[in-house]
């Protein structure tokens, strides 16, 4: 998780300096990456975990608006669970309103 937050962090600038013909493939490779995180599964499984629900929070910025908003359904979609989880942490409220959203 950490790793992909770092990707995404760093993939603007490794765009910017990667060649022209080079850049479609660098570009599918970041979709792939983001986008394990919108399967239910493994958001709650990272969402379940005091680091991985401020990794998610770090991480909603640096993502396109339709994969925050898909990494965001996810997190309501699983809300219950997560709450339950979530008693000592209380991070998923810190994730829900965050003030970048």
Do not use: W
């Not at 599964?41 to 991480?59: F, N, P, T």
């Amino acid at each position: 998780m950490y790793s992909l937050l770092l990707e995404v962090q760093d993939f603007e600038k490794r765009f910017i300096q990667t060649p022209e013909e080079e850049r479609e493939a660098l570009l599918e490779q970041h979709k792939t990456n983001t986008e394990q995180l919108v399967s239910d599964e493994l958001c709650v499984m990272i969402m379940s975990v005091r680091k991985g629900k401020r990794l998610v929070a770090r991480l909603l910025p640096f993502l396109p608006a339709a994969q925050a908003a898909a990494v965001v359904m996810v997190i309501a979609r699983n809300l219950p669970t997560l709450a339950k989880k979530d008693k000592q942490d209380q991070v998923v409220i810190f994730v829900s309103c965050d003030p970048l959203y």
